[in-house]
């Protein structure tokens, strides 16, 4: 019998589940614990309306470009709206986010925060 070849990640992260919320898989280990730090921020009141993977669509003169779907979005106690994406040195550098990131503030006039 044939065996299946296990296929290492692209960028070599580790797919992360966290304790106490069993339906939660992040793509990184480096994303779960910034999640958990979000979490405790959110019980101190620093910030509000944590929500994981907000999708904002992307549209130029009325034509849908593309999504671009963030890993956290939040409101912080000054009212600030922020999008946070968790990237490696490696990741940072693809060409297909640095674009998106473009749009979304070129479009949304939202700043996407690249937690490294």
Do not use: W
């Amino acid at each position: 019998m044939a065996r299946a070849r296990y296929r290492k990640n692209k960028y070599n992260n580790k797919r992360t589940v966290v304790g106490g919320y069993p339906d939660l898989v992040f793509d990184s280990r480096i994303e779960a614990k910034h999640f958990l730090r979000l979490k405790e921020m959110e019980k101190s009141g620093e910030i509000t309306e944590l929500n994981l993977q907000p999708k904002f669509e992307l549209s130029v003169n009325d034509c849908k470009i593309c999504n671009y779907i963030a890993d956290f979005s939040y409101k912080g106690n000054d009212g600030e709206f922020v999008v946070e994406d968790v990237k490696s040195p490696q990741t940072s550098k693809n060409p297909v986010f640095r674009l998106k990131k473009k749009l979304m503030k070129a479009v949304l006039n939202i700043e996407v925060h690249e937690i490294l």
